[in-house]
């Protein structure tokens, strides 16, 4: 496994040379073929740019790389917004240094992947601690994602890692609502038929980190914040 984070060397090597992260000169699609990426099924965010090998999320990786998870069910894309609610409504969050379990959910779930554009079907058959991996970090699409707490069961979002993960992890997610928000998804719904990203929106908010997040408050806080500033 290609955990970064491993007390085994083999693993931390096996790790780094999975990494083969490169700028991007263009977004026309022959010039992103020479540079080994394609447009792919969009990813939980939205984005369509993946890798040709590993089949990763180009803009999911950046996020990855710049230390940020946090997670809003109004700002995923349609193929997944459903699922995520589903899943956190089932989990049961405690502190974030703590493993978070759940008693409902099993093993795998089926959620739309990269494989989606190939197979034809809209769900795939992936853990569950990927699917939250792929939804609070970012979209890893063939490479694969460990607990770095030992806790087959854990579901604790900052205790997932990848190969692409910052040694300096996080201790808090940066934000944090998993219930439907009607003015959210209109407003997200508008940015994506305009062709916009709502990268900048999160960008924006990421300020507002979530201690716990029990603290509703606070996630209705940053609700507040973000719909004022539409």
Known sequence: MANPFSDRKCRRRYAKEALSYRPLTSLEPEVMDKEGYYYGHPCPLGHTVRDKTKHWCYRCVWRIRSNICGIDVNYMHMDYNRLANSIWTQIETEDPGDCWDTHTLSEYV??????????????????????IYNMTWGDVGSMT?????????????LHLVSSWNNPNRLRNLMYFDTEFNFEKIKAMQERTQRGE??????MTYKKNIISDPRHVEISQSYNEEYVDSI
Request: with cysteine.
């Open 110 to 131: 089926y959620s739309s992947s990269y494989r989606t554009q190939s197979t034809g079907r809209r769900t795939d058959r992936m853990s569950t601690h990927k699917a």
């Open 145 to 157: 994602v460990t607990r770095t707490c030992g806790n087959k069961k854990c579901l604790n979002p």
């Open 197 to 202: 990203s709502t990268d900048p929106l999160i």
